[in-house]
């Protein structure tokens, strides 16, 4: 019996399946990260709304990353439904309290999936996925280094502007 | 039509592989499907997607009914319960034998 399927997939189903909540995952954090700059463009944080503009579109790069592998793998890759969507913020702070958890959400399922393909030998998966490792701790970083500046510099009036000026341009 | 080989049984269906047009074969009882890999992807997804508690829940599904449609819209089919379960059993067992599938199809039905 000729092996057609492994012919047509290189990837394990199972991996494929990861890869795909991956996809979804990677989407609504992209859609999340609009919200979030939405609200920070309309109260004048212009910097914090670039930055999260920017995560926007990285979240939605990482997704297209994911998105492009499975279907060179033979996998077939879904494009995700987003819904959900929180606008809600009750603060600067909140907003990127909210990113950081998002970010540490991403790296968990991440670390996830790489330790299952690992398990199951699916080398391809494994290797694949290292970029995404290193990327995670970065976008983490990013966001915790942010929060470390309402320690510094407060939570109110003036100093709210003051940590807008200071968010990294790219 | 080429000659095939069975690949793996439930209750209700089988699954065959041709090695000769490279595509598998799934008999439904009542009809026999032919799909490329593919479509065979697909159709776990599909499967997979099934909200089986809906089934016994009267509000969101009274009849316990799905309404599957195959192969980019060519074929139609409406399962019920059993018909569901048995299918997902299929294709886990067919997926392991296939060797794409890192899970024993016993411990990827308890999953």
């Given at each position: 019996?000729?092996d057609?399927?492994?012919?047509q997939?290189?990837?394990?189903?199972?991996?494929?399946?990861?890869?795909?909540?991956?996809?979804?995952?990677?989407?609504?954090?992209?859609?999340?990260?609009?919200?979030?700059?939405?609200?920070c463009?309309?109260r004048?944080?212009?910097?914090?709304?670039?930055?999260?503009?920017?995560?926007?579109?990285?979240?939605?790069?990482?997704?297209?990353?994911?998105?492009?592998?499975?279907?060179?793998?033979?996998?077939?890759?879904l494009?995700?439904?987003?819904?959900?969507?929180?606008?809600?913020f009750?603060?600067?702070?909140?907003?990127?309290?909210?990113?950081?958890?998002q970010?540490?959400?991403?790296?968990?399922?991440?670390?996830?999936?790489?330790?299952?393909?690992?398990?199951?030998?699916?080398?391809?998966v494994?290797?694949?996925?290292q970029?995404?490792?290193t990327?995670?701790?970065?976008?983490?970083k990013?966001m915790?280094?942010?929060?470390?500046?309402?320690?510094?510099?407060?939570r109110?009036?003036?100093?709210?502007?003051?940590?807008?000026?200071?968010?990294?341009?790219? | 039509?080429?000659?095939?080989?069975?690949?793996?049984?439930?209750?209700?269906?089988?699954?065959?592989?041709?090695?000769?047009?490279?595509?598998?074969?799934?008999?439904?009882?009542?009809?026999?499907v032919?799909?490329?890999?593919?479509?065979?992807?697909s159709?776990?997804?599909?499967?997979?997607?099934?909200d089986i508690?809906?089934?016994?829940?009267?509000?969101?599904?009274?009849?316990?009914?799905?309404i599957?449609?195959l192969?980019?819209?060519?074929?139609?089919?409406?399962?019920?319960?059993?018909?569901?379960?048995?299918?997902?059993?299929?294709?886990?067992?067919?997926f392991?034998?296939?060797?794409?599938?890192a899970?024993?199809?016993?411990?990827?039905s308890?999953?």
């Open positions: 019996m000729k057609i399927a492994r012919q997939m290189s990837i394990k189903v199972e991996s494929m399946d990861m890869l795909n909540a991956q996809i979804q995952m990677e989407g609504k954090a992209s859609a999340s990260y609009l919200a979030m700059a939405s609200w463009d309309q004048g944080y212009a910097r914090s709304a670039d930055l999260l503009y920017r995560q926007s579109a990285e979240e939605r790069e990482h997704m297209m990353k994911i998105f492009k592998f499975v279907n060179d793998c033979g996998g077939n890759a494009s995700p439904e987003i819904k959900n969507i929180n606008h809600d009750s603060s600067l702070e909140e907003v990127f309290e909210t990113a950081l958890s970010e540490i959400e991403v790296t968990k399922s991440i670390n996830n999936i790489v330790a299952t393909a690992r398990k199951n030998n699916d080398f391809g494994e290797n694949f996925l970029w995404f490792v990327e995670q701790l970065e976008e983490e990013t915790r280094d942010i929060l470390d500046l309402f320690d510094l510099m407060g109110d009036g003036i100093a709210l502007k003051l940590i807008d000026e200071r968010i990294p341009a790219k | 039509m080429f000659p095939m080989e069975r690949i793996h049984s439930s209750r209700y269906y089988t699954f065959y592989q041709s090695d000769t047009e490279r595509c598998f074969y799934i008999d439904f009882g009542h009809k026999l032919r799909f490329t890999f593919c479509e065979l992807l159709l776990r997804q599909k499967v997979w997607a099934i508690e809906s089934h016994f829940d009267d509000e969101v599904n009274p009849h316990g009914l799905e599957l449609s192969c980019n819209k060519e074929h139609l089919f409406i399962l019920n319960t059993l018909e569901v379960l048995d299918l997902k059993d299929l294709l886990t067992g067919a392991f034998m296939l060797d794409i599938a899970q024993h199809p016993v411990l990827a308890k999953a």
